[in-house]
């Protein structure tokens, strides 16, 4: 297992700031990886977010990336290149409705979207879209490579804004698809290729996309791995980088995806090796948490300037090797890979989330998913 471990834009508008309250959440489901993992873990959430278990739905595909739609979950299957789809019952167990090939080798990350399951492939670097059907299942994918031709050449092997003494190189051996997300508007199509250092967009269309990618190279050798959207700016787009640990602000603009800062999310003063992973908006809007592997760090960085964001503190998780995390209303589960368990913050002051204390053991935790 590896160790990760436009044509012209036109006018985009603003987006409402988020107002609505947070879904109330009732279950979670962790995927993991095999052979420590045996599936899908799934838990009920009490009212003060301690977790329940209820059981484990046997996956051996390495279920490492998990979404949701009603009350249905997409899991993505790294290691069987496959997308499984589950209906969770009214005491939260799973049963599974439906699997379909991905489109790919390796799917890392899916989304679901504009009808579709989009689906990032870290083995071949393909994006894939998978219509959703009435009944919940999936159509066949459509698939579409990173890039074509002699001219796809991989980035660095050493981040050049890496911390001093980083021997963080993963993944610049070839181009690898990491992640693939619709722009909040509903009028892009965003994916990253950690390999290359690029972030692609295309005017979303029905199903794959019909034209090239504009695409920003961002600092050589980065790893540009997860993003995620201004919540009340459909224009600004954050980049979470893996190799280099840094945070890259993007704007859509007519003429294309522009760089319009970049910063570590590591103290000042870090020196060594790191891999940042995920990066969600934390409940309120005006937060980010980005997840740091090997320092074993949550960063709050402050979007009280959306054009450059500013990173506020740390926080230690409380275990080893966050690879991503699941917010389910003023509660957050870490997914620690390497200490085989979820480590939970009350994130009820966005700006200072609290380890409670508390933690569950779940084997080689990749993703969750709350419902």
Known sequence: MRRRHLLTLPALHL?????????????????????????LYSFAIGADGALRPLGVTPNAGNP?????????????????HHIAVYTQDTTGGLSLLHREPSGGSSPCHLSLSAGHA????????????LPLQADGRLGAAKSWPSCAGPDCRSGPQRAAKAPPGSQANSGHEAPHAHMIQVSPDARWLVGTDLGRDRVLVWPLAPGAPTVAARELVLSPGSGPRHFAFHPADPRIVYVLQEESSTLSTVELTADGPRLLDEISVLPGGFAGTNYASDLIVAPGGQHLYAFNRLHDSLAVISLAEARSPTLLDHHWVHGSYPRSACLAGSHMYVCNQRSDQLS????????????????????????ACAL
Do not use: C
């Open 118 to 129: 989009w689906v990032a492939h870290y083995g071949d670097a393909r994006f894939a879209a």
């Open 64 to 80: 490492s990336w998990l979404a949701s739609a009603g009350q249905r979950i997409y899991a993505a299957e790294e290691g069987a």
């Open 344 to 367: 939970h913050f009350d994130v009820s002051r966005p700006e200072a989330p609290r380890f409670m204390p508390r933690q569950t053991p779940v084997p080689s935790p990749a993703g």
């Open 15 to 39: 987006m409402p700031a988020l107002a609505a309250a947070p879904p109330s959440h009732r279950f979670l489901h962790v995927g993991t990886y095999a052979p420590q993992g045996l599936g």
